[in-house]
């Protein structure tokens, strides 16, 4: 992390130092974070008496797991609600910015070389478009050689942030996605739409089914060697996913500004803009019956934030701003415990350790 945020940090984060116990974590949650959050783990305890243990069982999963006490920290590709936030006495804050990717396996296709738009992207998911060489596409394809192959649809079938996202998008592009289907974690799906659990498995699907096309994490495109299309986006520009477009979404939000980070950021506008970037959120008490597993599970992000850049970039996912991140430790002062007392430990701690 640079220079400027660990002084803004420092300005921000004034703890009563404690004790310096190893204390184990888990957590569960988005799948598309997995990847990401299992190296950092792995980086982090490598000279530590402690084990952290995600589980990647699904945003939706995740956040009812941190919201009954299940797991030290819940993680979703969706920011919890304000009311939700309230009403469990949680805090959620975004941990980096990612997208979620249309993949396919057409013989003879590569990577960026087919153009959807959004329109076309919801009338293959609502099966209204079974063809790969379908006029529709043909059209917006001159001179790529599309083959008379049928498109097979597959979806995940846990509750699924990506898919959160991936149908808020449709919604917003689609006022026929939007009336048939809407947005969730789980959707009533096409029947002909096959399910399948998680994003390395739908990942893997992709890859042995010709005619296949599904949606998934960014980093997964990169790690499988995934063929995606570009996408128009709002400004009427065809864009690939990846740092620069993910960036470009966030910077036409008002992340950095806002009390909160329920604004999603699919569709958002800019000539250079992913149409379906995300954000990916961890969700922590802010009211801890537990505080030294607490205290271990802020360490660790705290950690990731200011030493996990290069781990971050390595795995396709984009780091926060400077200015969110300084945000994100002002909301980590309000954490107590359940006599509503602040959290015995100190940034000192962070900064010191040693990896």
Not at 92 to 104: A, D, E, M, N, T
Not at 222 to 239: A, C, E, I, R, S
């Amino acid at each position: 992390m640079f220079a400027q945020t660990k002084a803004l940090l420092t300005a921000l984060l004034v703890f009563t130092a404690g004790s310096a116990a190893a204390v184990n974590i888990s957590g569960a949650g988005s799948s598309a974070a997995a990847p990401l959050y299992g190296k950092l783990s792995d980086y982090y305890v490598r000279n530590k008496d402690m084990k952290i243990d995600y589980q990647p069982v699904g945003s939706s999963a995740g956040i009812e797991q941190i919201k009954s006490g299940a797991v030290d920290f819940g993680a979703s590709d969706v920011s919890l609600s304000a009311q939700d936030a309230k009403k469990f006495k949680l805090i959620c804050f975004p941990s980096v910015i990612s997208g979620v990717v249309p993949v396919l396996n057409v013989p003879g296709i590569k990577s960026e070389q087919l153009r959807l738009n959004g329109a076309l992207l919801a009338d293959i998911f609502s099966r209204k478009l079974t063809m790969w060489n379908d006029p529709a596409l043909l059209a917006l394809n001159p001179g790529v050689k599309l083959p008379a192959l049928a498109i097979t649809v597959l979806v995940r079938l846990d509750g699924s942030g990506t898919t959160y996202n991936f149908t808020d998008y449709l919604s917003k592009v689609s006022p026929a996605w939007k009336q048939s289907y809407g947005k969730n974690f789980t959707i009533a799906w096409p029947a002909a739409a096959t399910q399948i659990k998680g994003s390395a498995a739908v990942a893997a699907a992709v890859k042995l089914k010709p005619g296949a096309i599904s949606y998934v994490d960014f980093n997964y495109v990169v790690q499988d060697k995934l063929t995606f299309p570009k996408m128009l986006n709002q400004d009427g520009k065809f864009v690939a996913p990846g740092a620069q477009s993910f960036g470009a979404a966030l910077a036409n939000s008002s992340w950095a500004s806002a009390a909160t980070y329920e604004e999603a950021l699919t569709d958002k506008p800019g000539a250079d803009s992913w149409p379906i970037t995300m954000g990916t959120f961890v969700i922590v008490p802010q009211v801890t019956g537990k505080p030294e597993r607490t205290i271990a599970t802020l360490k660790f992000f705290t950690w990731a934030f200011m030493n996990g850049d290069a781990i971050v970039g390595d795995l396709n996912f984009v780091r926060l701003p400077d200015r969110v991140q300084a945000r994100i430790y002002g909301a980590l002062v309000k954490i107590s415990d359940t006599a509503g007392a602040p959290l015995r430990w100190s940034l000192a701690e962070v900064l010191n350790d040693k990896h």
